[in-house]
């Protein structure tokens, strides 16, 4: 644990970052730019150790140099904190949300009863307006509750949390879905009556009760198995689908979809979606210093 | 095999516990370490052995065997 100087400054950050700096990062596209390189900085600097296990996997895992490497982690924090400005900018004016997109090139049919699977990168909560907005999927996010008892996250944090779940509950009119057993219950329940789920893949298994083992770039990982075992129990596919920004919009990319009538094959099938997904885009993934290696269980 | 003996059965794999430890008053939540997706198994499961869908909101009120025995019983004469 951080010393306690260095934890009351990180708190006193992230109270400034999310009372004073998002609300006017939010006026203006070009306000949320300067936002998320203002907090790329600062957080590249309050956290070397963090960034250090981030860099080391990146030049490991992508066979980069450490200085481009940096240059990955840094671009991967500027991805996190637009993400964020851009929610924050679209809140406040929704009706020009969707406009921003630009479709695949690929869509794919929308099918009765998918898991569509996003990963933390880019902008995966407008990915999920996106479909429900612009595609009319039937879909329900699943997310955890931002439970104080549970979640120690800063008042203005939360409060920025819990302000943008009631956003996009209105925008989609579909309450999220938990992750307890009623919510499960009925996220079951809605696969098997052909509708959808919207949910990240990518969890890391230190979060979670259930998790599994994939490989990435020839190391194993723990990522959370829920999501997977309810595709297998409602026979649906998982869809793989994120959004980046790109020049003031969205672009909208899917994966191949991935069949769970063999568990083994479709756990490989998702750790080559994911690979695909990060070596294409590595800026864009948020996850970097968070990973579970194999060896710790949950 | 009686339906009580069948979901017994099914419970039992589910939760990779004895057979002869399911009694109908056994409380699911002491037969093991649940976790939001066990109920979903067990439900999944019941479906594929009697061939009915268990209805969610049905599930989450079951809190011994009997009480699954009887929302199979109860699916089972809705479909029939």
């Known amino acids: 644990m951080p010393p306690r100087d260095s934890r009351d400054r990180g708190a006193r950050w992230t109270e400034l970052r999310y009372a004073s700096l998002l609300p006017r990062a939010a006026s203006s596209r070009r306000l949320g730019d300067v936002y998320a390189h203002l907090v790329a900085a600062i957080e590249l600097a309050i956290d070397r150790e963090r960034g250090r296990v981030a ?24 991805s996190e ?37 996003t990963l933390h990168l880019g902008s995966p909560i407008l990915a999920y307006l996106y479909l429900c907005g612009a595609r009319g999927v039937p879909a329900r996010a699943i997310g955890r509750r931002l439970d104080p008892a549970t979640n120690q996250m800063s008042a203005a944090k939360r409060s920025f949390g819990l302000e943008k779940v009631a956003w996009v509950e209105s925008f989609t009119r579909q309450p999220f879905l938990g992750v307890d057993a009623v919510s499960t219950a ?40 829920g999501l997977l075992r309810l595709a297998a129990l409602a026979r649906v596919p998982l869809q793989p689908v994120v959004a980046v920004h790109r020049g003031g919009g969205f672009d909208v990319l899917y994966g191949r979809a991935i069949e769970f009538d063999d568990e083994g094959r479709a756990l490989a099938l998702l750790a080559a979606e994911i690979a695909r997904f990060v070596r294409r885009l590595p800026g864009e993934w948020w996850l970097w210093p968070y990973l579970t290696p194999a060896g710790n269980r949950s | 095999m009686t339906e009580l003996d069948r979901v017994r059965k099914v419970v039992a794999e589910v939760l990779r ?35 009915i869908r268990v209805p969610s909101d049905d599930l989450s009120t079951a809190v011994t065997i009997a009480d699954l025995e009887r929302i199979v019983v109860g699916c089972r004469a809705a479909v029939q």
């Open chain 1, 81 to 117: 904190a637009r993400e964020e400005a851009d929610s924050a900018y679209f809140m406040r004016r929704p009706q020009t949300l969707l406009a921003s997109f630009r479709p695949s090139p690929d869509e794919p049919e929308a099918r009765r009863g998918t898991i569509y699977a």
């Open chain 1, 186 to 225: 009925r996220a079951r329940e809605h696969l098997l009556a052909g509708k959808a789920l919207y949910a990240a893949i990518d969890v890391p298994a230190d979060v979670v009760a259930r998790s599994t083992e994939i490989e990435l770039f020839g190391e194993g990982i723990r990522i959370a198995s």
């Open chain 2, 17 to 51: 516990v004895p057979l002869d430890s399911l009694a109908p008053a056994s409380r699911l939540s002491e037969l093991a370490t649940l976790d939001s997706l066990s109920l979903v198994e067990i439900a999944s499961a019941l479906d594929d052995e009697f061939g």
């Open chain 1, 55 to 78: 860099v080391e996997r990146i030049a490991r895992w992508l066979g980069r140099s450490s200085g481009a490497a940096a240059r990955i982690y840094h671009a991967s924090l500027v």
